[in-house]
């Protein structure tokens, strides 16, 4: 069966960098866009970023472009999330999810049929 597992979330100060892992199993992970998502108390989760399968092409929310790298090992069967320039309003559970080609946004979470559990991110002020 799929399995999407993230690490690397924490309490990191502003301004500081995180970087986020997921690693996946049970898929032919190159032909799965991988996203990240995320889902602060009392609000919806939203799209922060996602990569092709080759790893040529990414896309990001406003919020982080410029801050937040998402990048992919196939060999690895890995995606990673490289978090920089934190601001308190980046805290939140952080996503990864898995999207095959079949269709729809990579920017709605309607489009990913796996998710992994989730990493806690805080960022203090």
Do not use: H
Request: aromatic share 10%; with cysteine.
């Amino acid at each position: 069966q799929v399995q999407l597992v993230e690490s690397g979330g924490g309490l990191v100060q502003a301004g500081g960098s995180v970087r986020l892992s997921c690693a996946a199993s049970g898929l032919t992970f190159s032909s799965y866009i991988m996203g990240w998502f995320r889902q602060a108390p009392g609000r919806e989760r939203e799209f922060v970023a996602a990569i092709s399968g080759s790893g040529l092409n990414t896309d990001y929310a406003d919020s982080v472009k410029g801050r937040f790298a998402i990048s992919r090992d196939n060999a690895k069967t890995a995606v990673y999330l490289q978090m920089n320039i934190l601001k308190p309003e980046d805290t939140a559970v952080y996503y990864c999810a898995a999207k095959d080609k079949s269709g729809g946004s990579a920017r709605t979470t309607e489009s990913y049929g796996y998710w992994g559990q989730g990493t806690q991110v805080t960022v203090s002020s």
